[in-house]
């Protein structure tokens, strides 16, 4: 474990004693680990890390069923950023579907003398045992080694599913992109990060959001016009998708932003 992730794991543990904690006593038996435990998860290496947070592999004490733990530390952040974050978590937990991470818990860490003062949020998540589709479209590819079309279909039909799940909760994502696109080894996939995602009243207007987000290859026009856009500006992300899935290469893509950005707008793609 190298001493970044470590000292993450000694503040979540310390910030949440009764919920997470680490593997210290292998010469116990396993029966008798599991009745001393004063806390209920074993955090133990870091499986990625993004700008909304880290996640931690994670295994449950009394059973050893393993799952993700994002964390996002929150500490100097603004009451907007703390905002946005607990935006997400209230996201997941609206969301409950096959093809979606499950939010099993979530947790708040704040300053008792000053409870909206949060530093710290953790959510007992879905783990996912087979990586994401990105480093499986990368390695694919290497292989020159492309989904045939059933396989194809039945990644990407779970998807949109996911995705209109999302919708129904009005709702939009933000951030639909292949590396957000988790992988069980049973052939389920889920999608995951809703750190962009956001919940909106009116159902019927295109001006939702105005907020510039996402990742670049997978960005809508009107997104990168700056102009008003709604779950519509997910779709496009989708059709991003189904067309990285079919050549194993992005539609859109380029050495910078503003060459993305630039055959984005003037829809320059060729066709494999």
Request: aromatic share 10%; net charge neutral.
């Amino acid at each position: 474990m190298s001493a970044p992730s470590d000292a993450l794991i000694k503040k979540v543990c310390s910030a949440f004693p009764a919920t997470f904690g680490v593997d210290t006593e292998e010469e116990k038996s396993p029966a008798e680990s599991r009745c001393s435990r004063p806390f209920r998860y074993y955090l133990d290496v870091v499986l990625g890390s993004g700008t909304s947070g880290t996640v931690l592999y994670a295994r449950r004490v009394r059973d050893d069923h393993p799952f993700a733990v994002k964390v996002m530390d929150l500490e100097g952040y603004t009451p907007q950023e703390i905002m946005r974050a607990s935006g997400e978590v209230c996201c997941l937990l609206s969301c409950d579907y096959f093809s979606i991470v499950k939010c099993h818990e979530d947790f708040v860490y704040s300053d008792e003398r000053n409870p909206e003062n949060v530093s710290m949020m953790a959510m007992v998540l879905d783990y996912a045992n087979a990586g994401d589709l990105r480093q499986e479209i990368r390695n694919r590819s290497k292989a020159n080694h492309p989904f045939v079309e059933h396989e194809a279909g039945l990644l990407f039909i779970q998807i949109l599913l996911a995705v209109h799940h999302v919708h129904s909760k009005h709702m939009i994502h933000r951030d639909i992109k292949s590396a957000n696109i988790l992988l069980c080894s049973n052939g389920l996939v889920k999608l995951g990060d809703f750190g962009f995602s956001k919940m909106y009243a009116n159902t019927v207007s295109d001006d939702v959001g105005r907020t510039f987000c996402g990742t670049p290859y997978y960005v809508a026009p009107e997104i990168w016009r700056r102009c008003p856009y709604s779950k519509k500006a997910d779709m496009f992300s989708l059709g991003v998708l189904l067309y990285e899935l079919l050549t194993l290469k992005r539609p859109f893509d380029g050495a910078n932003m503003h060459e993305v950005m630039h055959k984005t707008l003037r829809a320059a793609l060729t066709p494999c």
